[in-house]
Nanobody
Framework: QVQLVESGGGLVQPGESLRLSCAASGFTFGDYDMGWYRQAPGKERDLVATITSYRHTDYANSVKGRFTISRDNTKNTVSLQMNNLKPEDTADYYC?????????WGKGTLVTVFP
């Protein structure tokens, strides 16, 4: 059974940091591209960062220089280090695993940046 379980969300103040983690199981993790997406209330789900199976990374312009995505294929985890958080980063953050036309989503973790 495929599972993606996000953790690490919480309530922080602007300028603070959080580290999100996604634990994967039930598929060959190293063969999949992984990503973090987020969805704010009333908005669409948007890409935050991706890391391919070859460890190529890509980021949304709004988080470049502040967020870092990484993966540990020995632990089947993908992480998102978020620094200098802003109120506009408030959203549910979702983990995605994708290979060709197959994709799996986690259930999300809430990040709230509130002064």
């Amino acid at each position: 059974q495929v599972q993606l379980v996000e953790s690490g969300g919480g309530l922080v103040q602007p300028g603070e940091s959080l580290r999100l983690s996604c634990a994967a199981s039930g598929f060959t993790f190293g063969d999949y591209d992984m990503g973090w997406y987020r969805q704010a209330p009333g908005k669409e789900r948007d890409l935050v960062a991706t890391i391919t199976s070859y460890r190529h990374t890509d980021y949304a312009n709004s988080v470049k220089g502040r967020f870092t995505i990484s993966r540990d294929n020995t632990k089947n985890t993908v992480s998102l280090q978020m620094n200098n958080l802003k109120p506009e980063d408030t959203a549910d953050y979702y983990c995605l695993a994708q290979r060709d036309t197959t994709h799996y989503w986690g259930k999300g973790t809430l990040v709230t940046v509130f002064p």
